[in-house]
């Protein structure tokens, strides 16, 4: 089936946060939406199928998750990405931020201290700070407009209060999908300073141009024991609104101890719509996905060029993975308030500042451009116009 991505979609009535709390975050509503991470896209038919089909049965009891379920991802990560994972290490949660911080309650104490590379996805912040843990930055370096992890640097901060290094593998904001020889160095490392490398890939699937998601844990049966992977399809199939993630803890003592958590919490089970959406998703979403790329790549090409042309004083990269392109807007020559100014007010767009991904994101805005070429225009268009009148 084709799907049609230029489609704009009224969200109006879609109670989404993206939306709707335009207001709350940014002051105002009158704003061409390009920040939080979700698509607006309608998603793949067979997962509407699957929702449609259990809303029809009309009863939502509890849920019981069936072999089928466990199957299709691994499946999925087996037959793309040649990465067997077991059954038993695989745990249903929630989301994959409410994984990182109970990582952080569970498996730390006071005083100790977790790594992140930042400029990185600005939860990784909180559920270190928000669990009063302490957080060490290893700052990526930029090196004629790549990024790149900076091992002498994080060298230099490791001690044995470190415990965890947060991976962002493909990295979000900057959309790097590391490579094999980058993970295996990273990997090296933590492994023989006793640091467990807990590696997030949401953004797995969302990689372009032939590069190649690695999973950390499959690198080696060394890496896979070091590591516990967060991983689900809400990112890849926007419906992120389901709320399912799962993690693979390949420790056992982790896992059960993960495990009773969340029965503590009383929250292993799917909701009804995930539970069937996910197995949708992973079973017979390969096509929407296919398709997808190729649209959301074309936006990344219709930015660069769009910049180049109309904007050069914005530079927009262009992302090895993900569907966030980020824009160095420091030849703007704005403080880190006068530039969130300039884009809410001026230009009347909403972006994620890049301050909020750490100090090394100052300078810089995201803009999440898994929209409809129309809308990612409207939104260009705008900045464009407020460079000409208000700069
Ligand atoms: C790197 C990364 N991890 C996790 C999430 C959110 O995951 P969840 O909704 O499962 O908590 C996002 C969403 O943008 C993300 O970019």
């Known amino acids: 089936m084709k799907y049609n991505f230029d489609e704009v979609i009224d969200r109006s009535d879609n109670f989404s946060a993206k939306y709707d709390e335009l207001e709350a975050k940014f002051g105002r509503s009158d704003l061409v939406s390009l920040w939080v991470a979700d698509m607006d896209f309608r998603a793949a038919e067979p997962i509407m199928e699957a929702i449609r089909e259990r809303a029809e049965q009309g009863i939502f009891g509890y849920t019981s998750r069936p072999e089928s379920y466990y199957k299709t991802m691994k499946n999925w990560y087996k037959t793309r990405y040649n990465w067997d994972m077991e059954k038993d290490h695989i745990i249903h949660s929630p989301g994959v931020v409410p994984t990182l911080s109970l990582i952080m309650k569970l498996f730390t104490e006071p005083g100790d201290k ?12 909180n559920v270190v700070k928000d669990n009063e843990r302490e957080l060490v930055i290893n700052p990526l370096k930029k090196v ?139 079973a017979k979403g390969g096509e929407w996905l296919d398709q997808v790329l190729v649209y959301i790549r074309d936006n990344m090409k219709f930015v660069n060029e769009y910049c180049e042309k109309h904007m050069p004083q914005i530079k927009a990269n262009m992302p090895e993975g993900t569907y966030l392109v980020w824009l160095d807007c420091n030849d703007l020559g704005l403080s880190d308030d006068a530039l969130n100014d300039f884009f809410v007010n001026k230009a009347r767009v909403a972006l994620d500042g890049g301050s909020w991904f750490g100090e090394e994101g100052k300078g810089y805005m995201r803009i999440n451009v898994a929209c409809p070429r129309a809308t990612l225009k409207e939104g260009l268009d705008r900045i464009k116009e407020a460079i000409i009148n208000e700069l």
């Open 144 to 282: 004629d407009g790549d990024y790149f992890m900076d091992f002498e640097d994080l060298e230099n901060k490791i001690d044995e209060k470190v415990k965890f290094l947060i991976l962002c593998n493909p990295h979000n904001p900057i959309g790097r999908v590391w490579t094999k020889e980058e993970l295996r160095k990273l990997g090296d490392m933590c492994i023989k300073n006793n640091i467990t490398v807990i590696a997030d890939e949401i953004h797995g699937d969302l990689v372009y141009d032939g590069k190649r998601y690695t999973p950390f844990a499959s690198i080696s049966e060394e890496f896979r024991l070091n590591s516990i992977s967060c991983l689900s399809a809400t990112k890849t199939f926007n419906i992120a609104g389901l709320q399912a993630s799962f993690a693979v803890f390949p420790d056992k003592e982790m896992h059960d101890k993960f495990d009773e958590f969340l029965g503590i919490l009383d929250i292993k089970r799917n909701n009804c719509f995930s539970l069937v959406a996910m197995e949708a998703a992973y």
């Open 114 to 125: 977790i790594i992140i590379q930042s400029p990185v996805y600005y939860p990784f912040f």
